[in-house]
């Protein structure tokens, strides 16, 4: 299966600040078939983006940036709002069985 | 509106089996493929089974293969999960979760379930 690894696994900024969150596979994934996840505490998690890049509906606000390709892929959050504050999953669907990264979580400072 | 609605969770000792259940509304469920997809307590998302709309194809993660089963009953909008010989390390949060379609990224998921396994 394709593994994926989330860098840093904790993140601490301050609103307003922007970061980048890294998620690397074990293998090329196929059509850049990357999703991301933001689960806050007792949730379950929101579909965010999909496909790397494409925002998952009107209700992703666009400071929300995915962005990669083969074996690295990011999202990007401009500007941190304190609704940001969160873990967020990657996912790849290129191949079987569909895998999940370990998660970072965003904290404030 | 889109709900999926778990019940079922609850307390069982090890060996011993549970049945999940997520009730769905809000969109055409017997042309959706859906999913279960679990959190272990404090750890990240794993999917563990997919079953087609007609039911025909389903699939699950080696780790659970043999052990579970999901089935689907599209005339009440259900889907299930019929868990037996859990173990310890099957103790986790159970979303039901509907993906794409033809891609296995997930679309939208339930309020979850908990299952802990424990003598």
């Known amino acids: 299966e394709n593994v994926l690894t989330q860098s840093p696994g904790t993140l601490s900024l301050s609103p307003g600040e922007s970061v980048t969150l890294s998620c690397r596979a074990s293998?090329?994934?196929?059509?850049?078939?990357v999703a991301w996840y933001q689960q806050k505490p007792g949730q379950a998690p929101r579909l965010l983006i999909h496909?790397?890049?494409?925002r998952a509906g009107p209700g992703v606000p666009e400071r929300f940036i995915g962005h990669g390709s083969g074996t690295g892929f990011t999202l990007t959050i401009s500007r941190l709002e304190p609704e940001d504050f969160a873990v967020y999953y990657c996912?790849?669907?290129?191949?079987?069985?569909?895998?999940f990264g370990g998660g970072t979580k965003v904290e404030i400072k | 509106e889109v709900q999926l609605v778990e019940s079922g969770g609850g307390l069982v000792k090890p060996g011993g089996s549970l049945r999940l259940s997520c009730a769905v509304s809000?969109?055409?469920?017997?042309?959706?493929?859906m999913n279960w997809v679990r959190q272990a307590p404090g750890g990240g998302l794993e999917w563990v089974a997919s079953?087609?709309?007609?039911?025909?194809?389903?699939a699950y993660t080696d780790s659970v293969k043999g052990r579970f089963t999901i089935s689907r009953d599209n005339a009440k909008n259900l889907l299930h999960l019929q868990m037996s010989s859990l173990r310890a390390e099957d103790t986790a949060v159970y979303y039901c979760?509907?993906?794409?379609?033809?891609?296995?990224?997930?679309?939208?998921w339930g309020q979850g379930a908990l299952v802990t396994v424990s003598s």
């Open positions: 809000g969109f055409r469920f017997d042309n959706s493929r």
């Open positions: 996912q790849q669907y290129g191949s079987s069985p569909p895998t």
């Open positions: 979760a509907k993906d794409m379609g033809i891609w296995y990224y997930f679309e939208f």
């Open positions: 293998q090329s994934v196929t059509g850049g078939y």
């Open positions: 496909g790397t890049l494409s």
């Open positions: 079953i087609s709309g007609s039911g025909r194809d389903i």
